[in-house]
């Protein structure tokens, strides 16, 4: 069925900032005695890494129901469940997790609401997942992990919902970088001007022009207009992600599935890894790219 893409060919003129929290740093007084620890609690905000957070009890949903939605909900679930892979601020260093720091909240809530089937008997639109080492479908493992949430619907609303406005308030502190020099223009042409010739939209249609993504703030659930950020992620990651679309073994965005069929393998590396370069500041024009090697090139032969 031919689809229109007018909307995704609209320019984007407005540049969206990220903020995040700052992690606290413990500070030494070396002047004063040690004092004895204060019972008032306080939010922390230094996160715990995946190691720590695995030699902690095991997390038991219960304890944060009663909570309102907020920071400290989400930051108590996000270290007793996401933190082993994801890491506890969103700032995963796997490409087969992705970076959740700084994503929309509502593109977060439609993920986990997504992983979870709608009704009894039913396929969850994100049951499956192409894995980033081999490219193969299997069964999603974060279908395991939305089930550890609470499982009275009124709770479970509030666990997404502070979870995605835990992560959406931290920062990406480790944005992956474009790795594949040879490739960047053709990803760039792909992401500012789609390929026409195919009826490709350009990807800065709807994830804007610094990878910053949208995000309808109207709308907080399964169905939410949220197209995410782009700006920093795993470029492995990405490639998977769209592969999944063309296979139709991610089966939660039908826009983005009929893009993906019209894309060739190295197209997706091509604007993945491209995407993976973006950044959030206005100003830069071209991708942040890994370092070149350092090792010395051979000397050329002498000339007769």
Known sequence: MKRSY????AGLAVVATVSGVAIAQQQKDTAKP??????????NTAMPDATVAAAMPLFDIKSVQGMEVGLERGRLIAVGVCA???????????????KLAGQHEGYIAKQLYNFKAAEPGKNALRQ???DVTDGKAKTSTMAAQVARLSADPKEFDKDVQSLAMWFASQKNNSPD???????????????????????????????????????NASKLGAGANAFPMVSGQFSDYMVAQLQAFRE???GNSPIMSDIAKRMTDNEIKAVSDYMAGKRLNANAVAPAVAPASTEPKPAAPAKP
């Open 34 to 43: 040690a004092e004895p620890a204060k019972t008032e609690t306080t939010q």
């Open 248 to 250: 139709d073994v991610r």
């Open 177 to 215: 970088v474009a790795k594949n020099e040879d490739t960047v223009g053709l990803g760039q042409s792909i992401y500012r001007g789609g390929v026409m010739s195919k009826g490709v939209p350009a990807c800065a249609g709807c994830h804007g022009p610094t990878g910053q993504g949208m995000f």
């Open 84 to 98: 082993e892979c994801h890491q506890a601020d969103g700032n995963s260093t796997a490409p087969a997790w992705p």
């Open 6 to 9: 007018s909307l995704l060919l």
């Open 128 to 130: 499956n997942m192409v």
